[in-house]
């Protein structure tokens, strides 16, 4: 669910399960996050947004911080999740180069704009959520070097060096793409970036038993 379809409707007042009435506090304060920052951001704001009492914000965090993580882990797993999927969709090589490459767009691309919590935070200096956005950048590259390392029979360390190098790329250029308002379809950028790394990746031979 979006944060737009979780807070479309709320009358204040309205009583929520308790699960319910967290994601609807979630999806407004990711709004007001995205369109502000953390630092503009002010609980007013996404109790407002929330159609809640500040009291009942507070029920359910008890600061800004713990708000802003909250937040942060769901969309931290959200990519993980789509990075995993796209590896796991399919096992010709090049296929699963672009489904990966597409999860990166595609999580850019998403109307909430979540992406900006994780790659364009401005909160980074605070130990908690750095530690997140590393965290996330590096079990998504853990898990591209586990397929690179598979195929090619390269060592651990050099499968790593490689992923960290695809992902970043990755979500460096989605995130372009996104910006620059690009003319270029998100198909065809997938293509383009696809056509990138797979002739770099390509170069790598494959291990015997996929040879034979």
Request: aromatic letters at 6%.
């Amino acid at each position: 669910m979006t944060a737009i379809e979780q807070t479309e409707a709320r009358p204040r007042g309205t009583r929520l399960p308790r699960r319910a009435r967290r994601n609807q506090l979630l999806g407004a304060a990711q709004e007001v996050f995205v369109a502000q920052g953390y630092h503009a951001a002010a609980m007013d704001d996404i109790a407002e947004r929330a159609g809640v009492s500040k009291p009942v914000l507070y029920q359910h965090f008890p600061g800004k911080l713990d708000l802003y993580l909250a937040l942060l882990d769901q969309h931290c797993e959200n990519l993980l999740r789509a990075v995993r999927t796209a590896l796991a969709s399919t096992n010709e090589n090049k296929q699963r180069v672009a489904a990966t490459m597409d999860a990166y767009f595609a999580y850019v691309e998403d109307e909430g704009g979540a992406f900006r919590l994780v790659f364009e935070s401005d909160l980074t200096n605070e130990p908690a959520v750095r530690e997140r956005v590393e965290r996330v950048s590096l079990e998504c590259a853990e898990a591209i070097s586990e397929v690179v390392a598979e195929d090619t029979g390269l060592s651990k360390d050099e499968a790593m060096l490689l992923a960290v190098g695809l992902g970043g790329v990755s979500q460096v250029v989605a995130r372009y793409w996104l910006s620059s308002e690009s003319t270029v379809p998100r198909e065809t950028a997938v293509q383009l970036l696809t056509s990138l790394a797979w002739r770099g990746i390509a170069g790598f031979p494959k291990v015997a038993h996929e040879q034979g």
